[in-house]
């Protein structure tokens, strides 16, 4: 029997299971994955910013892939492959394989300056999402405390870097946040004063819209109290500071959403990788010279008929773990593989509570037309049938109640004996 | 106008601020906590299980309290009371008070093993809730992966130590997960055989109840696979393993539930405690000699008229914090104080999700109808109402699909540079 291991329970590598899953062909599968959950990402920024609770995101991927009896699930780390001899490498031992899906997804990439990490958390996991959390929240707790007005001031100055879809979501909601939900809760600040500005190096947000849309996008994040810095590459970083080329900016809380970079791994493979470090991928996904061994998702590079990578998305996953597996099951059937061919259906990015933009090629839409379609798809998307209701039942009591659900700070540690005294 | 200043915002600090933000009275009420939330914590077992979200047990307590334009909440910690100048002396400065209401709860005692706290966690915090929610859901993951049947064992065996209402409903929780939840999902494990131990150094668990209702609750646990060892206290405890007297069993999850004792500020303030480190109160619930600094819920140890002291239940704290706001307004308005009394309606304990055990003196009652009293009154006291709608929606979706909707594990550290190559 054929032994198939996916690493990574993202989109693709639970796409790709769930057709091996699906098919009555005699292969056993090995989905490993670093953490126990399958991650909705693209909420992750209502994590980050109180509007959704952790579980309500992710799921346990054995419990989506339990009913299938050929899938065994393990959590553990992926370290290398040994291509001669067809093994994963893994923190528990060597996995031997006959074919291998690699969907390990990015990281975030502080380009020359990985010091910044501590300083400006990335978004891209739960306990990311958590942190980012825990500093906001955080922040309005101190500036409530402080009697010296330039420290408030300091306190109450958020800065996003990064002006793409997950930057221009996370000021979206800062700002609504403190324009309208905190806004009674607190006695020595006016939370509506918070200061919020979203930096990008580029001459505009969400370059992959129109100028047209951006233009709207930025007004619409004015309108939430956020301001748009452009052409505007952070220099320099400190606990307490943000330079921006001669300017220097105040600031307790730094939120980073600019850049992505390949994992570790594949640095290690030999393999050909594109400037961002993705995996370059042939016609049918695999890597070139490893017909066997396969890259799906944002761990992957390929390009389209027009010679241009295609876009980090969820789709982009889910087909190519399909497309991936369909492929696989061919082949041991004995037919040929067929390359990989997306079309591109539209992108969206949303503005706060009311308003998102929307891009279908041959038509864009904008404001609540556009955020409805983005709530639709969302919550249709959400794996799992308990998340996807207690998501649509919290947002709409929160869209009624203008509170937050989830703005509980928790600490870094668990134990009593280290805060004695602290 | 007079400053009240309440410690702690659990279930007597906020019953206090609440008679006080009713009150048409002239009274200035700062509330301070060292986190920022409320924490229902009948129910944090339920978080430790994978049951509930952190967010669904717990709420803002600036929240709570933001439409009491009279009270301000802090985020900080009480360090000491300078009983001279009447100020509470805080991490963030000194806070001048015309009356003090101390309510900051207990912390989990290891007796002379401070060293322990690390082996096996406590359930007091939301942090604490999440630790023991990793570990244990760790233990199956790391168990699926290994091949060696002794360290399987070890993996699969979960000691609870403490026989009390924490511990049997830990146990009974853990029974149901292994029993039920969790048994189609592994490939290489059984989780219906993990062994589960209850250890009670006492003669029985649950002591506050009658022997044949403790007798009872062993039973029901047993059902669910869990082993109850009376007379067994811990007499060692190293990674790996637990000692109880001769006998010594691997275990690779322990978790706390024996014993408690008073915060460290306690301590510090030269004042009548009890052995497990309570204020002595007088009749009023004020500290002798310190007429102006009152006591509530678990920090404080008031002797009835059998001169036994209350039991550290949420009921005698909500009554507590009310007859304390209601003096202090009374002396404000140049009325006398009124001796504070309790009369105790009952006790539940609950093992698993369909039997308990309730005892309201004159009857008693077990099984599923103490378990549906049990259901009743712990969603109906959940603070706020989002919390309560969801928490009945979570357990009526958990009962039918026999799902764990939290079953997430989350890393201790959010940094990507943390876990390169590990």
Same mark, same amino acid.
């Given at each position: ?10 989109f693709?590598?639970l ?22 959950h399958h991650l909705f990402q693209p909420l992750l920024y209502q994590v980050a910013t109180a509007g959704l609770s952790q579980s309500d995101i992710s799921v346990p991927?054995?419990s989506i ?58 978004l891209?996991?739960l306990?990311?999402a958590s942190?980012?959390r ?35 979501e996370?000021?979206g909601a800062?700002?609504e946040m403190?324009?309208?939900t ?85 640095? +290690?493979?030999? $393999? @050909? &990788? ?11 996904? #695999? !890597? ?16 389209? +008929?027009?010679? $241009? @990578? &295609?876009?980090?998305?969820s ?7 399909? #497309? !991936? ?23 969206m990015?949303t503005?706060g509570r009311s308003?998102a ?14 955020w409805l379609l983005w709530l639709f798809v969302h919550i249709y998307f959400i794996a799992g049938f308990n998340n996807r209701f207690f998501v649509f039942l919290k947002w709409c009591i929160a869209y009624v109640t203008n509170k937050k659900g989830a703005r509980i ?14």
């Amino acid at each position: 029997m054929k032994h198939v291991v996916i690493v990574g329970g993202g989109f693709a590598g639970l796409k790709a299971a769930k057709v091996f899953g699906n098919a009555k062909s005699d292969v056993k599968v090995t989905v490993i994955d670093k953490t126990n959950h399958h991650l909705f990402q693209p909420l992750l920024y209502q994590v980050a910013t109180a509007g959704l609770s952790q579980s309500d995101i992710s799921v346990p991927i054995r419990s989506i892939l339990s009913s299938f009896k050929n899938i065994s699930v393990l959590k553990g780390n992926a370290q290398g492959v040994d291509f001669t001899n067809n093994h994963l490498i893994t923190d528990f031992g060597n996995v031997a394989f006959d074919y291998l899906i690699l969907s390990c997804g990015v990281r975030h990439s502080y380009y020359d300056h990985p010091e910044w990490e501590t300083m400006a958390p990335g978004l891209k996991t739960l306990e990311q999402a958590s942190e980012i959390r825990r500093r906001i929240l955080s922040a309005f707790e101190e500036a409530e405390k402080e009697a010296d007005k330039s420290k408030q001031k300091k306190l109450l100055t958020f800065i996003i870097v990064g002006g793409g879809p997950t930057g221009v979501e996370l000021a979206g909601a800062i700002g609504e946040m403190t324009r309208y939900t905190l806004g009674r809760d607190f006695r020595n600040i006016d939370p509506k004063l918070t200061r919020i500005i979203l930096l990008e190096a580029g001459p505009r947000i969400l370059s992959m819209f129109s100028a047209s849309q951006s233009s709207r996008a930025t007004r619409d994040l004015e309108s939430l109290g956020v301001q748009v810095w452009t052409s505007s590459p952070v220099t320099s970083m400190d606990n307490g500071s943000i330079t921006v080329g001669n300017e220097r900016i105040e600031t307790a809380t730094v939120l980073w959403a600019a850049g992505v970079t390949a994992t570790e791994l594949n640095r +290690k493979l030999g $393999v @050909p &990788l594109n400037d961002q470090g993705r995996i370059i991928v042939e016609p049918d996904l #695999s !890597i070139k010279g490893h017909p066997n061994v396969f890259v799906a998702g944002d761990q992957a590079c390929f390009f389209d +008929k027009s010679n $241009v @990578p &295609l876009p980090p998305l969820s789709p982009v996953a889910i087909k190519q773990g399909e #497309s !991936i597996a369909k492929n696989i099951l061919a082949e041991i059937n004995g037919e040929s593989r067929k390359p990989f061919h997306y079309k591109h259906l539209g992108t969206m990015a949303t503005i706060g509570r009311s308003r998102a933009i929307a891009d279908f090629g041959l038509f864009r839409v904008n404001g609540l037309f556009a955020w409805l379609l983005w709530l639709f798809v969302h919550i249709y998307f959400i794996a799992g049938f308990n998340n996807r209701f207690f998501v649509f039942l919290k947002w709409c009591i929160a869209y009624v109640t203008n509170k937050k659900g989830a703005r509980i700070i928790l600490k870094d540690s668990w134990r009593f004996y280290d805060d004695i005294d602290d």
